[in-house]
């Protein structure tokens, strides 16, 4: 069972930047491949942006592209979401989720994709 810790949420202002890391209880996240998911109060859980196994493939939801990006360390001890030009309406809790997988370069874009879940952090951005 691979536990998930995420770190780096905040409040900030408009336009400000938060860093937000996970972390898994396993050693590494060799043949995992990831996603940083987010539900603000009153709405369903959504994908934010995802990465393959190998790393070499992400996904973003339109609404991020060009702020966010995901990455992982070359280790794969963790997974960051770097968010820039934060907006109000990004608001909400983070989670981080993960999946095994054989295939590395697959990037997974719904929530029952993903097996293993954070505990989320919350992320306040005010205008």
């Known amino acids: 069972q691979v536990q998930l810790v995420e770190s780096g949420g905040g409040s900030v202002q408009a336009g400000g930047s938060l860093r937000l890391s996970c972390a898994a209880s396993e050693r590494t996240f060799s043949k995992y491949a990831m996603g940083w998911f987010r539900q603000a109060p009153g709405k369903e859980r959504e994908l934010v942006a995802s990465?393959?196994?190998?790393?070499?493939?992400?996904y973003y939801i339109d609404s991020v592209k060009g702020r966010f990006t995901i990455s992982g360390d070359n280790a794969r001890t963790a997974v960051y979401l770097q968010m820039n030009s934060l907006k109000p309406e990004d608001t909400a809790v983070y989670y981080c989720a993960a999946r095994t997988t054989t295939f590395g370069h697959i990037v997974y874009q719904t929530t029952r994709s993903y097996s293993y879940w954070g505990q989320g952090t919350q992320v306040t951005v005010s205008s």
């Open positions: 990465i393959s196994w190998n790393g070499a493939n992400t």
